[in-house]
Structure formats: structure tokens, C-alpha cells
């Protein structure tokens, strides 16, 4: 049973700086995909940034060059380094983890391959830590 434990949130003032942090257990995948989500209320919940067992790097246009992912493969932890934080950061951030490879999602007969900041791509979630920047 994969289980991703968050950590690291809080309140911070905007400009601020904050480093979550994830740690897994009972991970499997000799390829792995794993990532970072936010929802703030009442909004969907939206991607933040991905890495995958490559390195390989995707983040949201909201938080590029402000937000650095990372994962430390010994401590089985990941990270999510946050910098000159927005209001607009206000959120719960969840870590999400799943096999890497391409997974598709179908309607009407139309398939698609998922994106890996979409919500849909991931299997396993944590319970969410949350972040709260005050202007």
C-alpha cells in the first residue's frame, strides 16, 4: 500500500518562502512519476509541478521560476522548494504518485493521453498540507 505523508506547510507573508515535503513508503515502481497539487476553495484542484525517476521536470506556468521540485531517492522523500509567495499560493498542496508511463483517459468512444500536471494521471494521493500567504 503506497502511502504519501505531507509536511512543511504554514502561513508565511508574500515574498516569503516555504519547503514541503513529502514522504513515501510502500513505493514499488522502479519508474515512477511523482508530483505536487494545490486547491484552494472553492477552485479545482489544479498541478503544480511533476518529476519524474529521470529528473525530468514540469511545472505550471503560474509558479515556473519561483518553485523548484525535487526528490531525494535515499530518504524516499519529495520536495517542493516554494519562493516569493503569492497570495495567490494560498492553497492545499498534495503530493501525488503513480507508475511512469502514459495513461489515457476516454469518453465517447475518444481517447486522450493525460497530461502529467492533470489530476487524473495520478493514482495514489496524500492527505494535503496546507499553505496560507497573506499579502
Known amino acids: 500500500q503506497v502511502q504519501l505523508v505531507e509536511s512543511g506547510g504554514g502561513s508565511v507573508q508574500a515574498g516569503g518562502s516555504l519547503r514541503l515535503s513529502c514522504a513515501a513508503s510502500?513505493?514499488?515502481?522502479?519508474?515512477?512519476?511523482m508530483g505536487w497539487f494545490r486547491q484552494a476553495p472553492g477552485k479545482e484542484r489544479e498541478g503544480v509541478a511533476v518529476i519524474d525517476s529521470d529528473g525530468t521536470t514540469k511545472y505550471a506556468d503560474s509558479v515556473k521560476d519561483r518553485f523548484s521540485i525535487s526528490i531525494d531517492n535515499a530518504k524516499n522523500t519529495l520536495y517542493l522548494q516554494m519562493n516569493s509567495l503569492k497570495p495567490e499560493d494560498t492553497a492545499m498542496y498534495y503530493c501525488?504518485?503513480?507508475?511512469?508511463?502514459?495513461?489515457?483517459?476516454?469518453?465517447?468512444?475518444?481517447?486522450?493521453?493525460?497530461?502529467?500536471?492533470?489530476?487524473?494521471?495520478?493514482?495514489?494521493w496524500g492527505q494535503g498540507t496546507q499553505v496560507a500567504v497573506s499579502s
Open positions: 501525488a504518485a503513480d507508475s511512469l508511463g502514459i495513461r489515457t483517459h476516454c469518453s465517447g468512444g475518444n481517447c486522450r493521453k493525460l497530461d502529467v500536471l492533470e489530476v487524473a494521471r495520478f493514482e495514489f
Open positions: 510502500g513505493y514499488r515502481y522502479e519508474s515512477y512519476l
